[in-house]
């Protein structure tokens, strides 16, 4: 099944009556987006929009009835398929998507200004706090670290292979990471 317009009237914001997800509707947006405004894009942007245009329509349907195949059928692409079921899974665990932009208290704030060495940007031990905070449990003070997701979000490995041993231990500690990710809390 590659159509999911029966979950529509479930599912209002994820997929249409036509059966098209909210992925395929924002590539789609932005392939009339770049072809509406070829001034205001780039020629790179609208080489890409013409790829999109020809072949993301056939790439996607595939996709999605691959993800729909059971990870151990003859017919699976790869020996560790991300499975649609997978997908469920995760996002019934996580729960409803949330905006966890906020500010720092001032106290914290201040304390980042002082601690945070001259050689680490502010930015960086700001992320770190936001990030606890947005995502201490309840029951431990210790919070997990994607260390390979902070290295994408500052774009480079800058993150873990220079900024992260530099700050000090009364402001964060952390154990030692494994495969990326680790556990840290903050200690002021």
Sequence with gaps: MTS???LAEEFPALVDMEGRGWFYRHVHGMID???QNPDRTSKDAQKNA???AKGFDVEWKKKLTQLQIPIFH????GGWMLRFDDVLADALELGPLQNKDFDLPEDIQATLRTKTPPDVPLEVTETLAK??????????DWVVLPVANFNAYFGSTM?????LPKIPADMF??????NGIGRFKITF
């Design 159 to 163: 993150f873990d292979r220079k900024w």
């Design 74 to 77: 003859p017919a699976t692409d």
């Design 173 to 178: 500690i952390r154990e030692k990471q494994s």
């Design 33 to 35: 987006f770049v072809r």
């Design 4 to 6: 999911f317009g029966n």
């Design 50 to 52: 013409d790829l999109l």
């Design 131 to 140: 990030y606890y905070i947005a995502h201490k449990p309840d029951d431990s």
